[in-house]
């Protein structure tokens, strides 16, 4: 999308360069919010719950293409390691989180660098 005015388009890279410094502090924290919401919607009506995390999930996906593509591969080891230990059941109390682990997981794939790519396949193709 472009800028619609001068302004805007001078305070476009300023504005995006400051993200993508943010993103090492706020990506981890919209983890922490999706793997929360997921926990406290137990019980609650799905119809609604799924929007909600839908759209938590999408300004992941959105605020991740900011982020350095190094930051996004260690943030998708990290994921990847808890994923991995719950589904072999070496975290036994992580383990309501398996599925918001993948999906955050899930998220992050498309960002990857081609070196990153191998683990993804490794993590996602047996399951």
Do not use: W
Request: proline share 5%; hydrophobic share 45%.
């Amino acid at each position: 999308r472009e800028p619609p005015s001068k302004l805007s388009e001078a305070l476009q890279a300023s504005n995006r360069a400051c993200l993508q410094t943010l993103s090492g502090r706020i990506l981890p924290e919209m983890f922490n919010t999706y793997l929360k919401m997921h926990a406290e919607s137990t019980g609650q009506d799905g119809t609604r719950l799924s929007q909600g995390r839908k759209l938590a999930l999408d300004a992941v996906r959105s605020f991740v293409r900011l982020a350095d593509a190094a930051l996004v591969a260690g943030l998708f080891k990290k994921l990847v390691a808890r994923l991995l230990k719950v589904v072999s059941g070496e975290d036994e109390a992580d383990k309501p989180n398996a599925l918001p682990l993948a999906e955050l997981a899930s998220a992050l794939v498309q960002h990857l660098g081609a070196d990153s790519l191998d683990l993804a396949l490794k993590v996602f193709a047996p399951m």
